[in-house]
């Protein structure tokens, strides 16, 4: 079945700690997305790629890296520069069309 | 600025009972019109979107929206909703014409909640 996965679904961290969230999809897609949900805020985007070996900041970047090696994957990187990352993470692939998500992980700063 | 609102953040509806859930923009251009849902936990579903041509959209699920150019409005509607239509439902945007900063960007609004009471 063609999809996305994200794992963990659920991730705990300490203060202080970077943490690296995996994105992978077999779709074929060249794009592929960050995005951060908040109670209340809707999706922003975090980073975004449009082929592999490049990559943009999207509207909340600071304290977040990402790497973009295959075109499967797109993993994230929390930093311990990011203020508040407790929330929900998703990852999408896809055109301006159609950009299908994964199931998301929640990471708690603990 | 461009901007996505969804006025209601909660909505209430009797299980076949009929559901609207409204979305406004503000874009330079009509912008192209998405509307997703997510059920509690997951990810978001594409739900319809809206390009260019008959402005009713069908959707799946049952769902249709209409977009209206004077209101600025994409509005999503089911004549007779279900209790698995319990879910968060986002209208989205993105710019017709892309530079390379805009490029596949989605603008999300904040969503709006919807609980189906028997």
């Known amino acids: 079945d063609g999809g996305i996965t994200q794992s963990p679904k659920y991730l705990f961290r300490k203060e202080g700690q970077n943490v690296t969230l995996s994105c992978e999809q077999n779709?074929?897609?060249?794009?592929m997305y960050w995005y951060r949900q908040d109670p209340g805020q809707g999706l922003r985007l975090i980073y975004y790629?449009?082929?592999?070996?490049?990559?943009q900041k999207g509207d909340i970047a600071e304290g977040y890296s990402v790497s973009r090696e295959k075109k499967e994957s797109f993993p994230l990187t929390v930093t311990s520069a990011q203020k508040n990352p407790t929330a929900f993470y998703l990852c999408?692939?896809?055109?301006?069309?159609?950009?299908?998500f994964g199931p998301g992980t929640r990471l708690t700063v603990l | 600025a461009q901007s996505v609102t969804q006025p209601d953040i909660h909505i209430t509806v009797s299980e076949g009972a009929s559901l609207e859930l409204r979305c406004n923009y503000s874009?330079?251009?009509?912008?192209?019109l998405f509307w997703y849902v997510q059920s509690p936990g997951q990810g978001l579903q594409l739900l319809l979107k809206?390009?260019?041509?008959?402005?009713l959209v069908q959707g799946i699920k049952g769902f249709e929206a209409e977009f209206k150019r004077s209101q600025s409005s994409f509005n999503l509607r089911k004549p007779s909703v279900h209790w698995s239509d319990a879910a968060e439902y986002f209208c989205?945007?993105?710019?017709?014409?892309?530079?390379?900063?805009?490029?596949?960007?989605?603008?999300f609004g904040a969503g709006t909640q919807v609980v189906v009471t028997p």
């Open positions: 874009y330079g251009a009509t912008p192209y």
């Open positions: 779709l074929n897609h060249d794009a």
């Open positions: 809206y390009f260019s041509g008959d402005t």
């Open positions: 790629s449009q082929i592999v070996n490049d990559f």
């Open positions: 999408a692939s896809g055109g301006i069309d159609t950009q299908y």
């Open positions: 989205a945007v993105a710019p017709r014409f892309m530079t390379t900063d805009s490029w596949g960007k989605l603008q």
